[in-house]
């Protein structure tokens, strides 16, 4: 890795927590802390972890990859997230199915998940972009 490599990733953001794509992932984990708070208590060890589990590992993710300072391996932690978000959406669907929430909830979340995940693949080609650029300065 070149210094150039970290210099660029770091002059553009002060950590994480400027990304938008991590303040979206934010947003969403609030939202389905709050909203699994409702829950039957049965599916506190079902349902509800598995949805808590998936929206924060989708800002765990975009906050682990960016310290990792490696375009390639920051693109990776990217897909990890995007994956999460994903696995949340299947979960949100269950929710409805299940009638815990309903339909403008469902849809709601769903939309912004997949604003989230269209955030993700953006960010990801930057970070291919930067990359190539990086690597044709070397060359």
């Given amino acids: 890795m070149g210094n150039r490599e970290v210099v660029v990733v770091v002059e553009r953001f002060g950590d994480f927590r400027d990304l938008r794509i991590w303040q979206q992932c934010r947003d969403i984990r609030g939202r389905i802390w709050e909203m699994t708070r409702a829950f039957p ?3 506190t060890y079902r349902l509800v972890d598995q949805m808590v589990r998936a929206s924060r590992s989708a800002g765990n993710c975009i906050a682990e990859g960016y310290g990792r300072f490696h375009y390639q391996e920051n693109i990776q932690f990217c897909r990890h997230s995007r994956g999460s978000l994903t ?3 299947d979960h949100v669907l269950i929710a409805q199915e299940c009638h815990y929430i309903d339909p403008p909830t469902h849809d709601s979340l769903i939309t912004d998940i997949k604003s989230t995940i ?3 693949n953006s960010y990801i080609k930057y970070l291919q972009n930067e990359k190539n650029n990086t690597s044709n300065l070397k060359g």
């Fill in 118 to 120: 269209k955030s993700i």
């Fill in 87 to 89: 696995e949340l959406i």
């Fill in 41 to 43: 208590r049965e599916e």
